[in-house]
């Protein structure tokens, strides 16, 4: 059912979307029209990196679809409520009580992912920062951030991040410190 509500609403999505045909010569414009040109006139690159605690952060390259305040709303309360409306039905089946703990507790668990995820990814690569293999994300995939992608080398768990790397400060080798830096100390000639 959700599945069937999110299909009808990416319809709605694409169909709604302005679509603005170049002025080609001569080619009518009915031709660029359709789904696929509507969602990729939607879709935008947005600057991105690869975090995990201890590791140089890595670029990243994400382009997604923003989704609608609307459109997470209605989706978050149609997966609440159509979770909900399972639970008499599962209910019947024995043990009782926790299939319909299970789908109470998932309607909300859909429910709260439905309305945090802020963009639908269209494509994405990026790298482990420990191990430097590259991180998967299938597009389609509700992405809020930050969004925890699993490394499958390492299994380490890094996150998406919005924005450019950020900066470091990089602690520079060539200035000694210390009474044990053996920097030759200039003088001032004594006149
Ligand atoms: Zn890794």
């Not at 990243?60 to 309360?77: D, H, K, T, Y």
């Not at 997966?79 to 639970?87: E, T």
């Not at 507790?105 to 420990?130: H, K, T």
């Not at 991040?161 to 004594?190: F, M, N």
Request: hydrophobic share 40%; charged share 20%; net charge positive.
């Amino acid at each position: 059912m959700v599945q069937q509500f999110a299909q009808q609403t990416d319809d709605v999505h694409a169909r709604s979307e302005p679509t603005s045909p170049r002025a080609t010569a001569g080619g009518p414009p009915a031709e660029n029209g359709g789904n696929g040109a509507g969602r990729r006139e939607s879709t935008r690159r947005l600057p991105s990196h690869i975090e995990l605690f201890g590791f140089a952060s890595t670029p990243a390259r994400l382009e997604v679809v923003q989704r609608s305040r609307l459109e997470r709303r209605v989706r978050a309360v149609l997966a609440l409520l159509g979770c909900w409306a399972l639970i008499p039905v599962v209910g019947i089946i024995p043990p009782h009580i926790e299939w319909a703990a299970t789908a109470f507790i998932g309607g909300i668990f859909l429910a709260r992912r439905y309305w945090r995820a802020e963009f639908v990814a269209v494509s994405f690569e990026g790298a482990c920062p420990r191990c430097a293999s590259p991180l998967a994300m299938k597009p389609g995939t509700l992405v809020s951030v930050p969004h925890t992608i699993t490394c499958y080398e390492c299994h380490s768990e890094p996150w998406l991040e919005l924005g450019d790397v950020p900066r470091k400060t990089v602690r520079s080798a060539a200035q000694p410190s210390g009474p044990t830096g053996a920097a030759p100390v200039s003088r001032r000639p004594i006149p």
